[in-house]
């Protein structure tokens, strides 16, 4: 049979068929027609045939135009003000780079996205008047200069502002290349310019409202959490990677709009594939609600009269790189090489000139299909949405980037390029200006400006916009929690581990009726590794549908407790997941005006190491609140081995400019962490936050020496002087931090056998030293003719007599730091290398922190300084039975 015949066969045989199921859809109802179909395929599939499998749909809108409602905005009037802000963006962006060559900044980004912001600026967007229903929203990071180009013709911003874009340092300031609160905190919320981040933090972030109304600390409203990404950006496997908890938490409060302009920095993201066909499979197999929003209302008519389905199929194999070539392609070219695949599909469109074949637009450039599939987004109930929207990379940019693969980079446009795009968009710049790319406002009282102020005015005004209402913590509650925390200051003999301390400090704060239920407890599947466990009964685990089963220990007290109420997020084993709630919660002050109390505990080697960049971005959110690294400490936790022993993350810790990290060795030193915490973050409002390591070695707790508060909290305190300084024959001073400390205070008893008297300290932080240290010289090098400051490390050290050793089980680039503020040469002992599977006590051989390394250090530093001899300290060596040749941990 001839093609044309075969063709003619299969159009008369669909033709019945579909005229089958029109006669079954006007007159049955909807079951009946799965009902038909379902009896096909399993006829079909009795006769041996495989259909295969697939979880998508075809590659058109999921909102056909007959369930359309019509657009209810005036389309003119926002036709023009997105051409403006489109303008705008552009604007800031070419004369940031004609002024300082290389500053950067990103045109073809927000020319996809802007219908996608605008229909939602003009018409979902909800603002802060709106209170509990005012919405959060994740703006794509490079996206950022349409936001800030709103913002101007809003007249939040003014051309100051936009010319200072990436200009932060100018006079007045400028605005911050990407999204950061921490540069603008009245303006943005949310950090989002670290790919892959915000998409997991917005699940997170719609679950923990979630949370906060079901135990009753947020009224239940209409409020969305909103995250919009680029289609390269969900590669990244967080982007994509906590999306089914975000459907079996039913978040039918979260909305992703991925903007689908099917390039990223380099190309295209699935040239051989289909990038939204991809995205929708994943999300609808994990139970989300899958909008795809792909064709212009052009291409209505033209599926209306695709009565076999050429044109849905023809549409459904086009590769994206392909698409993107059709881009910068004329319509003759379309002509032929989509429309003349078939000549049914060719006939489709014969009377349509190639212009018009060009003017055929995608979905996500149409203000009418965004609008209803936002309106889908926010009207699903039970599920979250994704809106898969089909854009144009450098929309509207024309020969200097429409679709071009270079686009993404495009920064510079010269007078030819501005004036194309001008035209294009009908923005009014003459001829005489246009090469400056000046700013346009319309005219005060003007319809556009006038249509946005009520637009927003009626949503809850402007966005983004941070608030921070929240109420601080009177005083008096850091005080009660002080006088709570007395039993830690006096110490005991019972042997205990810190982590022991802490999840009893945590349940007197889960008990405490000022701030209680504002605590959060998290934890990553290792709530039972910390004894935790009774706090599941205590306060119970939350889950939003309570607990739908006789836990298997009913039987027993402390038995596992799901509730909606629960205050504890048990998130699994998720250390990305649970660092994003601890950010919702962190974060809660400003999104939900309430200081909630956030504290995650984690295996510390799994926290900064793992989830360093989540960490970056909370500080740069401001967010506040409490990180424990548990079973910390590289020769305290025996027997994990290499990849479990942290010796690291101290390091890490430091270099997050709002982090405090701590390294407390006794129960009080914790407490006065924890009380200073709260008191520095809640009642004094400071956006800093705590990193506190605990260990699970046991051991008596002392009682806390007079007057030495402050000084833990500095970093640095005496514990205890030596007996007899004053006959010995050598003085020393030796630092220990977190357990190792216990091993400097058994050193201190054994080299008084060598005639040495050694004071004590404990080193809480490093890192607050570093800091203090910096932070003096800073000061006395720019202030040389006033009085200078003295570096806190000085300050101790300086008057006390001897040679001075710290060990610690992180590295050694720890106390290595605060050397040049000891005044005298300083031994450092320390954890580099990699870990093993050992007991403590052969740990601490190998990585040479144990009591008699500190003795042989304590000697080796008395030898160089000329007061004993060689051979005492190598009969040292010898008696405290050290190999001297054993291997160097360092690199072992
Ligand atoms: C973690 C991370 N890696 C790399 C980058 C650099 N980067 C910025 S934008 C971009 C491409 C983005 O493509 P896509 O997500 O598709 O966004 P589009 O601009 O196309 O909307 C890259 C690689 C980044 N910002 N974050
Ligand atoms: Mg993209």
Redesign the pocket.
């Known amino acids: 049979m001839a093609a044309d015949d075969a063709n003619a066969l299969e159009s008369i045989e669909t033709r019945e068929w579909l005229d089958s199921l029109d006669y079954v859809l006007e007159t049955g109802d909807k079951s009946r027609v799965f009902r038909l179909l379902d009896a096909l395929r399993t006829r079909a599939r009795s006769a041996g045939f495989r259909e295969p499998f697939s979880s998508n749909t075809p590659y058109i809108n999921t909102i056909p135009a007959t369930e359309q409602v019509p657009y209810p905005g005036d389309r003119e009037l926002e036709r023009r003000i997105k051409s403006f802000v489109r303008w705008n963006a552009l604007a800031m962006v070419v004369r940031a780079n004609r002024e300082s060559d290389g500053i950067g900044g990103?045109i073809?980004?927000y020319a996809?996205?802007a219908t996608l912001y605008e229909v939602a600026f003009n018409h979902f967007f909800r603002g802060k008047d709106a209170g509990n229903d005012a919405d959060l929203i994740y703006f794509?990071?490079?996206?950022s200069p349409g936001i800030y180009a709103r913002a101007f013709l809003e007249g939040r911003l003014d051309e100051q502002d936009l010319r200072n874009f990436r200009h932060e340092l100018r006079e007045g300031g400028g605005l911050s290349s990407?999204p950061h609160p921490w540069l603008m905190p009245d303006f943005w919320e949310y950090p989002t310019?670290?790919?892959?981040?915000s998409p997991l933090m917005a699940i997170y972030q719609a679950r923990f409202n979630k949370y906060l109304e079901n135990r009753g600390l947020k009224p239940a409203s209409d409020q969305k959490v909103w995250a919009f990404?680029?289609?390269?950006?969900?590669?990244?496997p967080e982007a994509l990677g906590a999306i089914s908890l975000a459907a079996r938490e039913k978040l039918d409060n979260l909305i992703f709009v991925i903007?689908?302009?099917?390039?990223?920095?380099?190309g295209p993201?699935r040239g051989n594939g289909q990038i939204i066909q991809e995205l929708e499979a994943v999300f609808r197999g994990v139970g989300w609600n899958v909008v795809k929003c792909l064709w212009g209302s052009e291409w209505d008519e033209l599926l209306q009269r695709d009565d076999e389905g050429l044109l849905v199929r023809r549409m459904g194999e086009i590769v994206d790189g392909e698409y993107q070539r059709y881009v910068v392609e004329d319509g003759a070219f379309l002509r032929k090489h989509f429309w003349g695949a078939d000549p049914r599909l060719e006939a489709m469109v014969k009377h349509l000139s190639d212009l018009d074949l060009k003017k055929l637009h995608v979905g996500g450039h149409d203000p009418v299909k965004v609008y209803n599939a936002y309106l889908a987004a926010t009207n699903s109930t039970g599920k979250p949405t994704v809106v898969l929207a089909r854009?144009i990379?450098g929309y509207g940019l024309g020969e200097a980037g429409e679709g071009k693969n270079i686009t993404?980079q495009q920064k510079k446009m010269n007078e030819g390029d501005l004036k194309h795009f001008r035209g294009r968009f009908g923005v009014p710049i003459s001829d005489k200006d246009i090469a400056d790319a000046p700013f346009y406002r319309p005219e005060e009282g003007s319809a556009e400006l006038k249509y946005m102020a009520e637009r927003r005015k009626g949503l809850g005004g402007a966005v983004p916009r941070r608030i921070v209402k929240a109420e601080l913590l009177d005083p008096k509650v850091s005080a009660g929690i002080a006088t709570e925390f007395e039993e830690f200051y006096k110490g005991s003999d019972r042997k205990a581990s810190t982590t022991l301390v802490f999840v009893k400090m945590l349940t007197k704060l889960l008990k405490d009726k000022e701030i209680g239920k504002f605590v959060v407890p998290i934890v990553p599947d290792e709530a039972r590794t910390f004894g935790m466990e009774s706090l599941f009964k205590q306060v119970g685990i939350y889950s939003s549908i309570g607990q739908l089963y006789e836990p298997v220990d009913i039987a027993q007290l402390l038995h596992y407790k799901e509730a909606k109420d629960g205050q504890i997020l048990e998130e699994g084993i998720t250390e990305a997941g649970s660092i994003a709630s601890w950010i919702a919660a962190g974060t809660a002050y400003a999104a939900h005006g309430v200081y909630m109390i956030p504290f995650f505990i984690f295996y510390s080697m799994f926290g900064f190491q793992r989830i360093g960049?989540f960490i970056w971005a909370a500080a740069d959110a401001r967010c506040r609140g409490f990180l424990l690294g548990g079973t910390a400490g590289r020769t305290t936790l025996a027997g994990e081995g290499l990849q479990h022993q942290d010796g690291q993350s101290h390091v890490l810790a430091l270099s997050v400019p709002t982090c405090k990290s701590y390294d407390p060795a006794y129960a009080y030193e914790l407490a006065t962490i924890v009380e200073d915490g709260i008191k520095r973050m809640y009642v004094n409002g400071e956006d800093c936050f705590y990193y506190i390591t605990v260990m699970n070695e046991q051991y008596a707790m002392p009682e806390m020496p007079a007057d030495s508060k402050a000084g833990i909290i500095k970093g640095l305190y005496r514990f205890n002087t030596a007996k007899d300084a004053k006959k010995a024959k050598h003085r020393a001073q030796l630092l220990g931090s977190g357990t190792i400390l216990n091993e400097v205070l058994k050193a201190q008893g054994m080299l008084a056998d060598y005639g040495v008297a050694a004071d004590v300290w404990s080193a809480t932080s490093y890192n607050e030293l570093y800091r203090d240290g910096h932070a003096a010289d800073r000061w006395n090098r720019l202030h040389p003719t006033e009085k200078q400051r003295v570096p806190y490390v000085t300050e101790c050290l300086a008057k006390t007599e001897g040679v001075v050793v710290a060990a610690s089980d992180y590295l050694k680039s720890q106390p290595d730091m605060i050397s040049r503020w000891v005044g005298r040469p300083m031994v450092t002992l320390g954890t580099d290398g990699f870990g093993r599977s050992e007991d403590r006590q052969s740990l601490r051989d190998f990585f040479e922190v144990d009591a008699r390394y500190i003795v042989i250090a304590t000697l080796s530093a008395l030898l160089q300084k000329g007061e004993i001899e060689a051979k005492v300290v190598a009969k040292a060596i010898a008696d405290l039975g050290i190999n001297p040749d054993k291997l160097n941990p360092a690199i072992s």
């Open positions: 990103h073809s980004t996809s996205a794509q990071g490079h996206a990407y310019v670290s790919m892959g981040l990404l680029g289609d390269g950006e969900t590669d990244e903007n689908c302009n099917l390039q990223r920095l380099d993201v854009t990379k993404h960049d």
